[in-house]
T-cell receptor, first 115, second 108 residues
C-alpha cells in the first residue's frame, strides 16, 4: 500500500502530557497537510509544507501545536501540554503541487483522546 | 459561521438517486471538491470541479456548480448500500475548507 500512512492510529494520554504524531506521505508528493477533525465536523486545516518549508502555520490552534518536516518526506505534529479539548482525529494529507486541482490524499488519521 | 454549509442527513432507498447539496461563501474559490468518509477511514476524494465549469460527470457521479448562487451539488445515480457514508464538500481558496458533512444512509 503506497498511500498516506499515519502512526499511531490511536493515542490516549493524560492531560498535560506531550504527544507526537507521524505522517508518511505518498512518496512523490511534495506537499503535506495537517488537519484536525472533531466529531460531527469536517476537517479543519492546521498547517502545510511544501518540501521541508512550512508555508502556512497561522491556523495552528495555539502555540502548543507545532509541526516539522525536516527532510521533506515524513512529518510530525506535536501537541505540548495536552488539554481535553485537544481530543480529536488528526488527519494528514499529501498532494503533488503543480497548479491544477491540488488533489489531496488523506491518511487514516490518528485519534487522540486526552483524559 | 461556516464557510461551507451542508445539510447533515440524507436518506434514500437503494437504486434511487441521491442529491447532496452544499453552499459556499467565497467567490474566489478555484476548485470545489467532494470527499467521502466511511467509518474508521480517512477521506477519499470522489471528484472535483474547476470553478469555471458548471457540470462534471464521472460514472455514477454528477457535480453541478452554480457560481451565481455559490451552490454545489453531488448527484449519485443508482445509489447502493456501499454508498452509505459521510460526504464532505470542500472549497480551495488558499487552503482547503470543508463543510460539516452530509451523512447519507441508503436503505435496502
Amino acid at each position: 500500500d503506497t498511500g498516506v500512512s499515519q502512526d499511531p492510529r490511536h493515542k490516549i494520554t493524560k492531560r498535560g502530557q506531550n504527544v507526537t504524531f507521524r505522517c508518511d506521505p505518498i512518496s512523490e508528493h511534495n506537499r503535506l497537510y495537517w488537519y484536525r477533525q472533531t466529531l460531527g465536523q469536517g476537517p479543519e486545516f492546521l498547517t502545510y509544507f511544501q518540501n521541508e518549508a512550512q508555508l502556512e502555520k497561522s491556523r495552528l490552534l495555539s502555540d502548543r501545536f507545532s509541526a516539522e518536516r525536516p527532510k521533506g518526506s515524513f512529518s510530525t505534529l506535536e501537541i505540548q501540554r495536552t488539554e481535553q479539548g485537544d481530543s480529536a482525529m488528526y488527519l494528514c494529507a499529501s498532494s503533488l503541487a503543480a497548479g491544477g486541482p491540488n488533489e489531496q490524499f488523506f491518511g487514516p488519521g490518528t485519534r487522540l483522546t486526552v483524559l | 459561521g461556516e464557510d461551507v454549509e451542508q445539510s447533515l442527513f440524507l436518506s434514500v432507498r437503494e437504486g434511487d438517486s441521491s442529491v447532496i447539496n452544499c453552499t459556499y461563501t467565497d467567490s474566489s474559490s478555484t476548485y470545489l471538491y467532494w470527499y467521502k468518509q466511511e467509518p474508521g477511514a480517512g477521506l477519499q476524494l470522489l471528484t472535483y470541479i474547476f470553478s469555471n465549469m458548471d457540470m462534471k460527470q464521472d460514472q455514477r457521479l454528477t457535480v453541478l456548480l452554480n457560481k451565481k448562487d455559490k451552490h454545489l451539488s453531488l448527484r449519485i445515480a443508482d445509489t447502493q448500500t456501499g454508498d452509505s457514508a459521510i460526504y464532505f464538500c470542500a472549497e480551495l481558496i488558499y487552503d482547503m475548507r470543508f463543510g460539516a458533512g452530509t451523512r447519507l444512509t441508503v436503505k435496502p
